[in-house]
């Protein structure tokens, strides 16, 4: 039996603790934690340096420019953090070289869709020598959460404050009101896609005011009324022609946008409750209809899951590694024990 395998956890916020109840409820000898940090402390068993796995549940830009040393050292890394993938491309490519280089892993399931299968279908239609043409849809959780809620009973800001209070938003919710999020996740798809997306090619449409754009986070809270009324004009022009606010990412032919949709009650892309995503993928297979997958997209359990799905993926890749290199001895040693037979 091999020893287990040390991991370092990064961020303890709502993903991060999810991570770590779920590992523990997990307890499998496989698997150890040796080391824990946030912005404020360390808890450590061994350096972080020792660690094989390094688990990324911050959104801190400083922790992701980190991803491609730890790769290229060898020590894999399963993030939630989209800032690996989804920021420069230069960073995306650099991630893509080290993984290449020393053969460690980057699990990033839980970067889009918090898990849904949506990386994984994209890699393996690649795989298998589809040619992907576009995405199109809702990738934000907490957005698709505010306009399924907001039917102007309740004013926007107060919504905004749910959907923090319940772990949907980003540490700092204009992050997500901005299309910052999704713009992320879009271009973490993209890539994933084979398209070499520069990250300001992506047209933003922000439904972040001024004024809340401006203010420092500790202060964002008496900014958020700012979003009300405009909010409530989108709504209520949306209502005139019968239609509904989706924020919808899209890319097709080169071009990407991410921005607020008036969709009809139908329209395929409007379905879904909660906090759903709803992405389409057409490609050359999938050219007449595109293949479409939905469900829950934001929230700390189902991303710790996906981030656990990766480490164990991991895990296993490690163990097959090792169980082929002793089958090719023991093979290689009974081949010598068969030539000796036949001579
Ligand atoms: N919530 C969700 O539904 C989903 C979240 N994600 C992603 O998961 C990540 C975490 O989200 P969430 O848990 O909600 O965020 P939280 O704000 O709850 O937690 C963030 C954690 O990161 C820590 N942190 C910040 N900077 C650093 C640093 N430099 N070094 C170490 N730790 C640091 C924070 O520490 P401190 O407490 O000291 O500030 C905090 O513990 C984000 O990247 C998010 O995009 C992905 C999919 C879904
Ligand atoms: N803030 C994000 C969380 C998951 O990535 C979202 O709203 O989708």
């Not at 824990?36 to 360390?42: A, L, T």
């Not at 922790?63 to 730890?70: S, T």
């Given at each position: 039996?091999?020893?287990?395998?040390?991991?370092a956890l990064y961020g303890?916020?709502?993903?991060?603790?999810?991570?770590?109840?779920?590992?523990?409820?997990?307890?499998?000898?496989?698997?150890?934690?040796?080391?824990?940090e946030?912005?404020?402390?360390?808890?450590?068993?061994?350096?972080?340096?020792?660690?094989?796995?390094v688990l990324d549940a911050t959104?801190?830009?400083?922790v992701?420019?980190?991803?491609?040393?730890?790769?290229?050292?060898?020590?894999?890394?399963?993030?939630?953090?989209?800032?690996?993938?989804?920021?420069?491309?230069?960073?995306?490519?650099?991630?893509?070289?080290?993984?290449?280089?020393?053969?460690?892993?980057?699990?990033?399931?839980?970067?889009?869709?918090?898990?849904?299968?949506?990386?994984?279908?994209?890699?393996?239609?690649?795989?298998?020598?589809?040619?992907?043409?576009?995405?199109?849809?809702?990738?934000?959780?907490?957005?698709?959460?505010?306009?399924?809620?907001?039917?102007?009973?309740?004013?926007?800001?107060?919504?905004?404050?749910?959907?923090?209070?319940?772990?949907?938003?980003?540490?700092?919710?204009?992050?997500?009101?901005?299309?910052?999020?999704?713009?992320?996740?879009?271009?973490?798809?993209?890539?994933?896609?084979?398209?070499?997306?520069?990250?300001?090619?992506?047209?933003?449409?922000?439904?972040?005011?001024?004024?809340?754009?401006?203010?420092?986070?500790?202060?964002?809270?008496?900014?958020?009324?700012?979003?009300?009324?405009?909010?409530?004009?989108?709504?209520?022009?949306?209502?005139?022609?019968?239609?509904?606010?989706?924020?919808?990412?899209?890319?097709?032919?080169?071009?990407?946008?991410?921005?607020?949709?008036?969709?009809?009650?139908?329209?395929?892309?409007?379905?879904?409750?909660?906090?759903?995503?709803?992405?389409?993928?057409?490609?050359?297979?999938?050219?007449?209809?595109?293949?479409?997958?939905?469900?829950?997209?934001?929230?700390?359990?189902?991303?710790?899951?996906?981030?656990?799905?990766?480490?164990?993926?991991?895990?296993?890749?490690?163990?097959?590694?090792?169980?082929?290199?002793?089958?090719?001895?023991?093979?290689?040693?009974?081949?010598?024990?068969?030539?000796?037979?036949?001579?």
């Amino acid at each position: 039996m091999s020893a287990p395998l040390p991991i370092a956890l990064y961020g303890t916020g709502q993903v991060g603790r999810a991570v770590l109840a779920r590992l523990e409820r997990f307890a499998d000898a496989s698997l150890v934690v040796v080391h824990v940090e946030n912005s404020r402390h360390e808890w450590s068993d061994l350096d972080a340096d020792a660690a094989q796995i390094v688990l990324d549940a911050t959104a801190s830009d400083t922790v992701a420019a980190r991803h491609a040393e730890w790769l290229a050292r060898g020590v894999h890394v399963v993030t939630a953090n989209k800032l690996g993938r989804g920021a420069s491309l230069a960073r995306a490519d650099a991630i893509e070289q080290a993984c290449i280089a020393s053969g460690a892993r980057y699990g990033d399931a839980a970067t889009v869709g918090a898990g849904l299968p949506l990386l994984r279908s994209l890699r393996a239609l690649r795989a298998g020598g589809d040619a992907i043409h576009g995405v199109a849809g809702v990738l934000s959780g907490s957005l698709a959460w505010l306009f399924a809620h907001f039917d102007g009973r309740v004013p926007f800001s107060t919504l905004v404050r749910e959907a923090r209070a319940a772990g949907y938003t980003e540490p700092d919710p204009r992050i997500d009101l901005s299309g910052e999020d999704v713009r992320r996740k879009l271009l973490i798809l993209a890539r994933a896609a084979g398209v070499a997306l520069e990250a300001d090619t992506v047209q933003v449409e922000s439904l972040v005011p001024d004024a809340l754009a401006a203010a420092d986070l500790d202060a964002i809270d008496e900014q958020l009324a700012t979003l009300d009324a405009p909010m409530q004009s989108l709504l209520d022009a949306a209502r005139e022609t019968g239609a509904r606010l989706h924020f919808v990412a899209r890319w097709h032919d080169g071009v990407a946008r991410v921005g607020l949709e008036t969709l009809v009650a139908g329209h395929p892309l409007a379905a879904g409750g909660g906090t759903d995503n709803r992405v389409a993928i057409r490609s050359a297979r999938y050219a007449g209809q595109p293949l479409v997958i939905q469900g829950p997209g934001a929230g700390a359990d189902v991303t710790a899951a996906a981030m656990l799905d990766d480490v164990l993926a991991i895990r296993d890749a490690l163990r097959g590694a090792q169980a082929i290199r002793s089958v090719a001895t023991s093979s290689k040693n009974a081949s010598i024990g068969w030539g000796r037979l036949i001579a």
